[in-house]
């Protein structure tokens, strides 16, 4: 779906009118939690939304509005990433490394139950020669 940040907003808006229906106490030594439940040295306040129909009007255009931007922003980026051509490997001295001559291609007689017989050659690390000058 491409209404998920509208949904959610409406999803939003329907659960602010649903807890402006119930009660909300604040708790704790220094006023910093939040229940539903009524307890010792609590206090109860209000939760209800005190805008206006206007002000919740502006408020749902400035967050579809948000929402048709940050669409905007992520196809750009996505065309940015697109177009984003991939660093070639270098060799210590920052050399490109030349590419193999030929690559090996599947179709040139070999058959799969050759492959899964073959045993993997162990890597072996050797030193490069200097480059000619």
């Known amino acids: 779906m491409r209404h998920y940040p509208f949904a959610f907003g409406v999803l939003l808006m329907a659960?602010?009118?649903?807890t402006s229906a119930q009660d909300a106490y604040r708790c704790g030594p220094d006023g910093s939690t939040f229940q539903q439940m009524p307890c010792a040295k609590g206090?109860?306040?209000?939760?209800?939304?005190?805008?206006?129909?206007?002000?919740?009007?502006?408020?749902?255009g400035i967050a579809k509005r948000e929402a048709r931007l940050a669409?905007?922003?992520?196809?750009?980026?996505?065309?940015?990433?697109?177009?984003?051509?991939?660093?070639?490997?270098?060799?210590?001295?920052?050399?490109?490394?030349?590419?193999?001559?030929?690559?090996?291609s599947a179709s040139k007689g070999k058959t799969k139950s050759k492959r899964k017989n073959a045993v993997a050659k162990p890597f072996t690390a050797r030193v490069p020669k200097p480059a000619k000058q």
Do not use: C, F, M
């Open 71 to 104: 669409k905007r922003l992520e196809r750009e980026r996505l065309k940015r990433e697109a177009a984003i051509v991939p660093a070639t490997a270098t060799g210590i001295n920052g050399q490109p490394i030349p590419q193999a001559a030929s690559t090996p």
């Open 43 to 60: 206090e109860a306040i209000d939760v209800g939304d005190r805008r206006s129909a206007k002000q919740r009007r502006e408020a749902e």
């Open 15 to 18: 659960s602010v009118a649903i």
